[in-house]
C-alpha cells in the first residue's frame, strides 16, 4: 500500500514538472492517468478487503477451537461436575420437600405435648378427686362405724 501511495505522488510530481517545462499532456492521457490510478485503488482495495476477510476467517477459526479447548479443559477440570450438579439439584429437590414436612412435624409435635399436658392435667384431676372419694368413703364408713357402735351400746343397754 505505501508503494502504491508513493507512486501516486511520484505520477502529482512528474505531471506537475512536465507542466513546467511547457509540455501539456492531452485529455485522454489525463483520463487514462486518472482511470489507471482508479484502478490500482480498487484493486488495493480488494486486496485490503481480502486480506481483512481472511483475517476474519481465521479469528472465527481460532474462536472455534479456542471454545472446543476451553470445553475439554472444563471437562478434565471436574469430570463429575455434571454429576455433582444433578446430585445437588436432587438434594435441593428434597430439601424443598423437607420443609413442610419439618413445620407439620413440629405443629404436630406442640399438639401432641398439649394433647399430653391436657391428659396429665385430667389424670392428675382424676387421682385427686379418687383420693377425696376414698377420703369421703373412709370418713362415711367412719361414721357409720361409730353410729353401728352407738346403736349396739343403746340395743346393749336396753337388754
Not at 507512486?7 to 489507471?36: C, T, V, W, Y
Not at 479456542?66 to 445437588?88: H, K, Q, S
Not at 413442610?100 to 413440629?106: A, D, F, I
Request: charged residues 45%; contains cysteine.
Amino acid at each position: 500500500m505505501e508503494e502504491g501511495q508513493q507512486r501516486h505522488i511520484r505520477q502529482i510530481k512528474n505531471s506537475r514538472l512536465m507542466e513546467e517545462d511547457g509540455e501539456e499532456e492531452s485529455p485522454r492521457s489525463a483520463l487514462s492517468s486518472f482511470q489507471a490510478r482508479e484502478e490500482e485503488i480498487e484493486r488495493k482495495k480488494m486486496e485490503v478487503k481480502e486480506k481483512v476477510f481472511a483475517q476474519l476467517y481465521r479469528v472465527e477459526e481460532e474462536t472455534k477451537h479456542l471454545a472446543m479447548i476451553r470445553g475439554e479443559l472444563e471437562a478434565m477440570v471436574d469430570p463429575t461436575r455434571n454429576e455433582a450438579a444433578a446430585l445437588r439439584k436432587k438434594i435441593d429437590a428434597v430439601n424443598r420437600a423437607l420443609k413442610p414436612l419439618g413445620q407439620s412435624c413440629l405443629r404436630k409435635e406442640k399438639e401432641y405435648k398439649e394433647a399430653l399436658e391436657a391428659f396429665n392435667e385430667k389424670k392428675k384431676e382424676k387421682s385427686q378427686l379418687v383420693a377425696k372419694l376414698m377420703e369421703l368413703v373412709s370418713e362415711s364408713e367412719r361414721l357409720r362405724m361409730r353410729k353401728l357402735e352407738e346403736l349396739n351400746k343403746s340395743i346393749d343397754f336396753f337388754r
